[in-house]
């Protein structure tokens, strides 16, 4: 039987190189890191949750759909 993957598991490479190099420089970014590595499903995220990785990971609001905020989406999530 396999192991559940993360959140963090399942992040774009992108996204997770962004996040890692900014979890180096600040607390709350290594916090939401390992919050990331505890969490199995989307929906257990907050929405400040999702906000403070957008920040981390370099993602601007512009950028992602309402769809990738609700469901993890392509901008987020390895599907």
């Known amino acids: 039987m396999s192991k559940m993957k993360s959140i963090y598991d399942l992040l774009q490479p992108g996204v997770k190189s962004e996040l890692q190099a900014?979890?180096?420089?600040?607390?709350s970014a290594k916090r939401l890191k390992y919050?990331?590595?505890s969490e199995t499903?989307?929906?257990?995220?907050?929405?400040?949750?999702?906000?403070s990785l957008m920040s981390y990971s370099g993602l601007h609001?512009?950028?992602v759909?309402?769809?990738d905020v609700m469901y993890g989406g392509s901008k987020f999530l390895i599907k």
Do not use: F, G, N, V
């Open 22 to 27: 900014s979890a180096r420089k600040y607390s």
């Open 35 to 37: 919050r990331l590595m």
């Open 41 to 51: 499903l989307w929906h257990e995220l907050s929405l400040s949750d999702i906000s």
């Open 61 to 63: 609001t512009h950028e």
């Open 65 to 67: 759909t309402s769809h």
